[in-house]
């Protein structure tokens, strides 16, 4: 589609120039962002998945290209993870298995959902290209594209992180509630600094949730045809954002240092 943007602006005649590629332009967004995130791991010592580091292998399992899943191609099916993440939380109350059971379940919502709309991107290729033929102002097209590429990106970034934060505030808050019963001085600091911590987490799977409200909103605005399944994937993000900060009502007030600080003077 950038191809016969370009080529629109060079030659100003009725001859239509050969359509772009809207997926391959998402592609490249997601190239970049994947690098931004291999730069933000490195510096903080961070192991991220392999699939996850894929461009090409991220924007085929949004429809775009060659089939593919958001997940690892070996991930064990959805029961047996569900099974694999009750057995992890075992120990953990039954409202903190419940949520983590909603965040996991969110993961598989946001794959489903593009998998089941497999030539969504193709068809607004399709009608993004039309248009620009008619004598729509590039400038449009150009920010609609980005529209586009901002919020898939985001809402592909996130589920995970979600759902990984949100299980380390339940346990770190798991953890600081048996420090609490403990008498020892070392434990109480213990208690102190796994209750921060899960505050901490908690605020971080609430701006992740935020995030992805935005963007799912962001890409309902340029597809809306779609806007019905994108209300359930919002409205299930809604439901647990409204869990997170009732179950963790400290959470948005956590500073976190070198994000939430103001500067000095």
Request: charged fraction near 25%; charge should be negative; include cysteine.
């Amino acid at each position: 589609m950038l191809y016969a943007i370009e080529q629109r602006s060079r030659q100003q005649e009725s001859v239509a120039s050969e359509p772009g590629d809207l997926g391959a332009e998402i592609t490249a967004s997601l190239r970049a962002t994947v690098q931004l995130l291999q730069t933000i791991a490195v510096e903080n010592g961070v192991e991220l998945p392999e699939t996850l580091m894929d461009p090409e292998h991220l924007a085929a399992g949004l429809g775009m290209g060659q089939k593919a899943q958001l997940a690892d191609q070996d991930a064990p099916a959805p029961e047996r993870s569900t099974a694999r993440l009750d057995e992890l939380s075992s120990n953990l109350p039954a409202t903190d298995r419940s949520l983590l059971r909603s965040a996991y379940q969110y993961t598989h919502l946001v794959r489903e959902w593009f998998d089941s709309h497999a030539s969504l991107f193709e068809r607004k290729q399709d009608e993004l290209d039309r248009r620009l033929l008619r004598g729509e102002p590039e400038s449009a097209i150009r920010a609609e594209v980005s529209a586009i590429e901002q919020a898939v990106a985001t809402i592909a970034w996130y589920p995970h992180p979600i759902f990984v934060k949100l299980a380390r505030s339940c346990h770190s808050r798991d953890w600081a509630e048996k420090a609490s019963s403990c008498r020892e001085e070392h434990d109480a600091l213990d208690c102190d600094h796994y209750r921060r911590d899960s505050d901490g987490s908690a605020k971080v799977a609430l701006i992740g949730i935020k995030c992805s409200l935005e963007a799912w909103n962001a890409l309902s605005a340029t597809l809306p045809n779609e806007s019905e399944g994108i209300l359930i994937l919002t409205e299930s993000l809604r439901q647990l954002r409204s869990s997170v900060e009732q179950m963790f009502p400290q959470a948005w007030q956590f500073i976190r240092p070198g994000f939430d600080e103001l500067p000095a003077g």
